[in-house]
């Protein structure tokens, strides 16, 4: 079974690009987190997905970024414009359930995208 | 508001000797879950175990064995005879008990020599 795919890898833009970010879940799995660690921080959660709704977007930044889950499968993370704080990894993790289900609600993350803003 | 703090940034073994890594934690809620990821060079965390708070039994598995301790707040991962494919970023996480969140601890970097 795949595990949760993110693309690109790697993304090298400058000040005031826009990049997109992509998630693939684990197939199933309705929950979908975004998660980022800008340089020397801890890991901090963005939002997260209950297939295309958003349950909780209360770690969003600002309005420059931009969470699409349509059809519920895969999601989209949009960053425009780019500012050079903006640079670190973004990470995404998948669950099958919620923690109202005990055992389905562990978050499975993928390789994430280091995103470098020049 | 809660937080995680794993004081070890970074820590050098030799292979075979054992090591453990510290987690503590703060949080109000009284029903939680801890958890350690690991992040080996290739990027994706790997889930390692999770726990939640009316669990206070210790954990095998393996080479590795977890310490959860309420009354200290902490949640330590011991590795035993470490190995060099042990050399990793881990990472200590808590949920609480609104949300689904989990808030990260700095990770721990481990290098073990050969």
């Known amino acids: 079974e795949a595990g949760v795919t993110q693309f690109p890898s790697h993304s090298v833009i400058e000040k005031g690009q826009t990049v997109t970010l992509r998630c693939d879940p684990i197939s199933g799995h309705d929950n979908l987190y975004w998660y980022r660690r800008v340089m020397g921080k801890e890991i901090k959660f963005l939002l997260h997905?209950?297939?295309?709704?958003?349950?909780?977007e209360s770690g969003m930044p600002n309005n420059r970024f931009l969470a699409e889950r349509t059809g519920g499968t895969y999601s989209t993370l949009k960053v425009q414009p780019a500012e050079l704080e903006d640079s670190g990894v973004y990470f995404c993790a998948s669950s099958q359930g919620t923690w109202t289900v005990y055992g389905k609600n562990i978050q499975y993350f993928g390789a994430g995208t280091r995103l470098s803003v020049l | 508001a809660q937080k995680v703090t794993q004081a070890q940034t970074e820590i050098s073994v030799v292979e075979k000797e054992d090591v453990t890594l510290d987690c503590v934690y703060e949080t109000r809620d009284t029903t939680y879950y801890l958890f350690w990821y690991k992040q080996p060079p290739s990027g994706e965390l790997v889930f390692l175990i999770r726990?939640?708070?009316?669990?206070?039994q210790n954990e095998i598995s393996g080479r590795y064995s977890w310490n959860f301790q309420k009354s200290t707040s902490s949640f330590n991962f011991t590795i035993t005879a470490s190995q060099v494919v042990d050399s990793a970023v881990y990472f200590c996480?808590?949920?609480?008990?609104?949300?689904?969140?989990?808030?990260f601890g700095g990770g721990t970097r481990l290098m073990v020599k050969p």
């Open positions: 996480a808590l949920k609480g008990n609104a949300g689904n969140m989990l808030t």
């Open positions: 726990r939640n708070s009316f669990d206070e």
């Open positions: 997905f209950v297939k295309e709704s958003k349950q909780d």
